[in-house]
Nanobody
Framework: QVSLVESGGGSVQAGGSLRLSCAFSGNTRSSYCMGWFRQVPGKEREGVAVIHTGGTTRYYADSVKGRFTISEDNGANTLYLQMNSLKPEDTAMYFC??????????????????????WGQGSQVTVSS
């Protein structure tokens, strides 16, 4: 069983920064693609950023490119999302996700929720103008 626990959310003013952390445990070695999604009430959960674990492949949503950075610390079993220059439209519940065994992050499919087997409980990020 895999467990994902997010932390680091909160409230910040526009232009500020936050760093989300996702502590993962269990058999994640076969989850080659891990990342962050976000959701606001009434809308579908959307992909924010993913990373091919142990490698250099990263994908970002166009709306966060240049502002957000995804990284991993495998020694600490932790995934991070550094969020800079935050905007009110970044307000959402942010979820950490781990892909189905064997799924590697692909540019055409990384945004699909169905590619990810394990999800955290979410961490709220609120950006005020």
């Amino acid at each position: 069983q895999v467990s994902l626990v997010e932390s680091g959310g909160g409230s910040v003013q526009a232009g500020g920064s936050l760093r989300l952390s996702c502590a993962f445990s269990g058999n994640t070695r076969s989850s080659y693609c891990m990342g962050w999604f976000r959701q606001v009430p009434g809308k579908e959960r959307e992909g924010v950023a993913v990373i091919h674990t142990g490698g250099t492949t990263r994908y970002y949503a166009d709306s966060v490119k240049g502002r957000f950075t995804i990284s991993e610390d495998n020694g600490a079993n932790t995934l991070y999302l550094q969020m800079n220059s935050l905007k009110p439209e970044d307000t959402a519940m942010y979820f950490c996700a781990a892909g189905y065994p064997g799924y590697a992050c692909y540019s055409a499919t990384w945004r699909e929720n169905a590619r990810y087997k394990y999800w955290g409980q979410g961490s709220q990020v609120t950006v005020s103008s």
